[in-house]
Nanobody, 115 residues
Framework: QVQLVESGGGLVQAGGSLRLSCAASGSIRSINIMGWYRQAPGKQRELVATITSGGSTNYADSVKGRFTISRDNAKNTVYLQMSSLKPEDTSVYYC?????????WGQGTQVTVSS
């Protein structure tokens, strides 16, 4: 089992920045990819960014150039630095840890961007 605890969400004005954190604990040696997803009301959950254990990253087109995913393996923590935030970035952001056979979700953290 892997437990994920997210933090760092909140309310920010358009153009502002936030940093999300996701601390992992438990059977973390099985995890090779960590990522962030988001889900707005009435919409499907969508990928925001992922990062492999080797540091390779992948981003949704909508956030490229604005968001940066990183990880601190010593702290078992993945971060999402969000800049130039837009109202359409308003969502619940979920951390995900993916192992060879199973994935785990965090509880989510709300990000609200006001115009």
């Amino acid at each position: 089992q892997v437990q994920l605890v997210e933090s760092g969400g909140g309310l920010v004005q358009a153009g502002g920045s936030l940093r999300l954190s996701c601390a992992a604990s438990g059977s973390i040696r099985s995890i090779n990819i960590m990522g962030w997803y988001r889900q707005a009301p009435g919409k499907q959950r969508e990928l925001v960014a992922t990062i492999t254990s080797g540091g390779s990253t992948n981003y949704a087109d909508s956030v490229k150039g604005r968001f940066t995913i990183s990880r601190d393996n010593a702290k078992n923590t993945v971060y999402l630095q969000m800049s130039s935030l837009k109202p359409e970035d308003t969502s619940v952001y979920y951390c995900r840890a993916q192992g060879p056979l199973i994935g785990y979700w965090g509880q989510g953290t709300q990000v609200t961007v006001s115009s």
